[in-house]
C-alpha cells in the first residue's frame, strides 16, 4: 500500500520515530493515521521503560516564575549535551518548573519519600483498618498509601495540562521521543511570605 510522504513526516514528528518506522507504521495500519500513531507511541513508550535504567549525567536547570509570586526551579538530566540544549528538552524542562510551581509536591519519586514518613503514614492506615480481614487490610493498605502520597510526588501526580496521565508518563513521551533517559534530579519550590 501506497503512504503519503507528509502523513509519513507527520507520525515521524509526533510519535519520536524514524521514517522507516513511520512508514511500516502506516502500512501496517493500512493508512489510518491515528491507529500508526497510537502502535508507534505504544512502541515509543516501551522503548522508554527500557532507557529508565541509563545514566542521566548531563542537562540543564530551569526556573518558573508565576506572577512575582511562586516559583520554581528543577534539575533536569539526561544522557547527552545534545539532547540537553534541543528545544524538546527545554520545553519539558519548562512544563515540569510549571507544574511544581503549581502543585508543590515534597519529593521527585516514592523512593524519595523518608523511611520515618512512610511509617507514619503506615501506622495511621493500620489502625484505620484494624477492624478489616488481614488479607483485605494488606490491599486496602497499599492503595490507601498510595493514595496518600499521589499528590505529594511530583511523578506520581497528574499532569497540570493533561490530567489524563501522570508527570511520570508525561516525561515518557518524551523519552520516547529524543531517545534518551530523563530524570528530575532534584527541584524547589518558592512562595512569597510561605518560610518552610
Known amino acids: 500500500m501506497k503512504v503519503d510522504i507528509k502523513e509519513i513526516k507527520k507520525l515521524k514528528e509526533l510519535a519520536g520515530v524514524g521514517l522507516t518506522d513511520a512508514k511500516q507504521a502506516l502500512e ?6 491515528e491507529k500508526a500513531l497510537e502502535a508507534m507511541r505504544a512502541k515509543g513508550l516501551t522503548k522508554a521503560e527500557k532507557r529508565g535504567d541509563r545514566e542521566t549525567r548531563c542537562g540543564i536547570v530551569d526556573a518558573y516564575v508565576h506572577d512575582g509570586r511562586i516559583a520554581a526551579c528543577l534539575e533536569l538530566n539526561c544522557e547527552t549535551e545534545f539532547v540537553a540544549k534541543t528545544p524538546d528538552f527545554k520545553e519539558l524542562a519548562h512544563y515540569l518548573a510549571m507544574q511544581i510551581a503549581s502543585m508543590n509536591p515534597l519529593y521527585v519519586s516514592l523512593e524519595d519519600v523518608p523511611a520515618e514518613d512512610m511509617k507514619k503514614v503506615k501506622k495511621e492506615v493500620e489502625k484505620e483498618l484494624a477492624d478489616k480481614p488481614a488479607e483485605m487490610r494488606e490491599k486496602i ?6 493514595k496518600h502520597f499521589e499528590e505529594k510526588v511530583l511523578l506520581t501526580q497528574k499532569y ?3 490530567d489524563s496521565k501522570t508527570v511520570e508518563e508525561f516525561i515518557k513521551a518524551y523519552i520516547a521521543k529524543t531517545g534518551e533517559n530523563i530524570s528530575v534530579k532534584q ?6 511570605g510561605v518560610t518552610e
Request: aromatic share 10%; proline share 0%; net charge positive.
Open 160 to 162: 497540570i495540562l493533561d
Open 141 to 146: 493498605g497499599e492503595g490507601k498509601i498510595k
Open 28 to 33: 501496517t495500519a493500512g493508512g489510518n493515521f
Open 187 to 192: 527541584f524547589k519550590r518558592i512562595e512569597l
